[in-house]
């Protein structure tokens, strides 16, 4: 039990005793960067048929499903896009909403940034046939590229970006 006074915090240890203590928070970093919510749009479908009509840079992925043990690069920048909505040069990190559709067997997926060594987390674990979808945020990697790693099978996914 903690109980709040104008001299610190004082905790009762399981004796019935008092002790004071002090809080002192500490910073785990300075961050300068600011949330930007975008009104959510579709970076990359790797189904065939471009069933999201996507067009121009937004095509990256149009036909390539993901293979199991393959890093899948993908480009965040939108260098050259018109219109509001899109993801600056220099932008720290990026939020995307990661869909997994229809894998061909039980795995994890893992967002990370492009170029550096994978994490041994996973941002999405699944199932055969199962469609699983999660929130990541990621820091744009080598030329503003986020890496997509599927463990094993076949699946197909798409990426919406929701801020920086």
Sequence with gaps: ????????????????EWVASWLLPQVAGI??????????????????????????IYTQCNGRPLIGGVPYNVSTSTAGATGAGHIPPGATSVVLNVTIIDPTSYGYLTISPAGIARP??????????????????????????????????????????EGY
């Design 31 to 56: 961050f300068e960067s600011t949330y930007h919510a975008l009104t959510p749009y579709r970076l990359c479908d790797t189904r065939n048929g471009n069933p999201s009509s996507l067009a121009g």
């Design 120 to 161: 041994l987390s996973s941002n999405i674990n699944f199932t055969p046939g199962e469609l699983a979808a999660n929130q990541v945020v990621v820091e744009p990697g080598l030329d503003g590229q986020v890496a997509a790693y599927l463990s094993t099978g076949f699946a197909n996914m798409t990426i919406d970006v």
């Design 1 to 16: 039990m903690q109980v709040r006074t104008s001299d610190g915090v004082h905790i009762t240890l399981a004796g019935g």
